[in-house]
Nanobody, 116 residues
Framework: QVQLVESGGGLVQPGGSLRLSCIAS????????MNWYRQAPGKGRELVAA????????NYADSVKGRFTISRDNFKNTVYLQMNSLKPEDTAVYYC?????????WGKGTLVTVSS
């Protein structure tokens, strides 16, 4: 069965760093573009970062550009989100998403809280 399992969330102070991981199983990982979304309380879902199947191209939301880095390891079936210079407005549940030609898979999310 298909699974996307996120980890690495937690409480961090403003200016701190955190690395999220998403381990995929049950499908051919290398055939899927991978994305990180986030949902803050009272706000809509936002696409944070995206990476192509080979990992050769990435895109970021303007709000995180220069601070976040998405990467993937197709041998480990894992996508990462390195988050630096974190701000309170980055507080949200972060979701891993796999986007294929006809199928779309979602993880259950991991909570990131940025607070003093």
């Amino acid at each position: 069965q298909v699974q996307l399992v996120e980890s690495g969330g937690g409480l961090v102070q403003p200016g701190g760093s955190l690395r999220l991981s998403c381990i995929a199983s049950g499908f051919t990982f290398s055939l899927y573009s991978m994305n990180w979304y986030r949902q803050a309380p009272g706000k809509g879902r936002e696409l944070v970062a995206a990476i192509t199947r080979s990992g050769g191209s990435t895109n970021y939301a303007d709000s995180v550009k220069g601070r976040f880095t998405i990467s993937r390891d197709n041998f480990k079936n894992t996508v990462y989100l390195q988050m630096n210079s974190l701000k309170p407005e980055d507080t949200a549940v972060y979701y891993c998403n796999a986007l294929g030609t006809t199928m779309n898979y979602w993880g259950k999310g991991t909570l990131v809280t940025v607070s003093s």
